[in-house]
């Protein structure tokens, strides 16, 4: 791997009940998340090659740490986002190019498809910042009970010369869902939106 990675974190979420009501079967969600090295920390490059070949490799590896960590297989997946935060002394760009050109195919790759675009965040921080990753349907842009978020911390990241890297799937949408739209079990899975 071309990742300098200092660490991975993986967080697990399970919600059994929302506003005192059970919610069943419990919604799970799972982010996996890199720290790494800034190779351009404090450095303009024209050429963001090596970042956006490394997003191809995270996308493999968090992927898969994420869908282990909610013990399914791939396919079962229903909802994923992605995200990134460069420390200080990166730019903005270092994480688009990590998110973007190539990061999405390994994570479809993992989850035995995904019609939908991957949705995702970027942003600068300081150490402990926080990362809110966007979560909507792997198939289908327009079921609405998928359209979440998880907030991610990790207390020590990033530093200013690394990338926290996430990626976030889910076994199902918000918990007790009622604002209507596209249901689940209604998709088609063709061209991303329905």
């Given amino acids: 791997m071309s990742a300098k990675i200092r660490k991975i974190v993986t967080i697990t979420e399970e919600v059994a009940t929302e506003m005192g009501r059970p ?12 720290v790494i090295a800034n190779p351009f920390a404090s450095t ?8 956006i070949d490394i997003g191809e490799e995270l996308g493999a590896l968090l992927t898969a740490r994420a869908v282990a960590a ?5 396919t ?7 995200a990134a935060a460069v420390g200080e002394n990166g730019e903005l760009e270092h994480a688009a190019a990590i ?3 190539k990061m999405g195919a390994p994570v479809r790759a993992a989850l035995g498809g995904g019609a939908a675009l991957v949705p995702s965040s970027k942003k600068r921080c ?8 966007p979560l909507g349907h792997k ?3 327009y079921v609405r009970s998928h359209f979440d978020g998880m907030e ?18 889910t076994d199902g949408g918000r918990p007790l869902p009622r604002v209507g739209g596209l249901q689940h079990g209604e998709i088609k899975g063709e061209d991303g939106l329905r």
Wanted: hydrophobic share 50%; proline share 8%.
């Fill in 139 to 141: 198939d289908a842009a």
């Fill in 70 to 74: 909610l013990g399914i297989d791939g």
């Fill in 44 to 51: 303009y490059a024209e050429d963001l090659t090596p970042l």
């Fill in 23 to 34: 919610v069943d079967p419990p919604q799970r969600r799972a982010a996996a998340i890199a």
């Fill in 99 to 101: 998110l973007h050109p």
């Fill in 76 to 82: 079962l997946v229903q909802s994923y986002g992605k």
């Fill in 126 to 133: 300081g150490v402990g910042g926080t990362l809110d990753v």
């Fill in 152 to 169: 991610i911390r990790i207390a020590d990241a990033p530093r200013a010369d690394e990338i926290m890297v996430a990626i976030v799937v």
